[in-house]
């Protein structure tokens, strides 16, 4: 059974740093594009970060670009999301989400497997 696990979210002051994972489980995804998104009450999900299958290119929001970083270490099947510069606006829950192809897109409906979300909260 595949499986998405995130950790790392927690309480940070603007301007502080976090570092995501995602732990995959089930299956290799050294293949498979796996992507951030964010999501608060009531709202959509939002895309933030992709990496496409192997490290060979990645996407990124406007809104976090030049603050959020993600990589990926395909030997321990996980992908990490390094946000730097936090401002109260990126006060959301966290996805991992992994897609059944190599590059990454920005479309939540592009990805099949996703974790249980991780609550980021930063304050002013």
């Known amino acids: 059974q595949v499986q998405l696990v995130e950790s790392g979210g927690g309480l940070v002051h603007a301007g502080g740093s976090l570092r995501l994972s995602c732990a995959a489980s089930?299956?290799?995804?050294?293949?498979?594009?796996m992507a951030w998104f964010r999501q608060a009450p009531g709202k959509q999900r939002e895309f933030v970060t992709g990496?496409?299958?192997?490290?060979?290119?990645?996407i990124t929001a406007d809104s976090v670009k030049g603050r959020f970083t993600i990589s990926r270490e395909n030997a321990k099947n996980t992908v990490y999301l390094q946000m730097n510069s936090l401002k109260p606006e990126d006060t959301d829950v966290y996805y991992c989400?992994?897609?059944?192809?190599?590059?990454?897109?920005?479309?939540?409906?592009?990805?099949?497997?996703w974790g249980q979300g991780t609550q980021v909260t930063v304050s002013s």
């Open positions: 990496i496409s299958g192997s490290s060979y290119s990645t």
């Open positions: 989400a992994a897609a059944p192809s190599f590059n990454a897109h920005r479309e939540a409906s592009w990805y099949n497997h």
């Open positions: 089930g299956r290799t995804f050294s293949n498979s594009a």
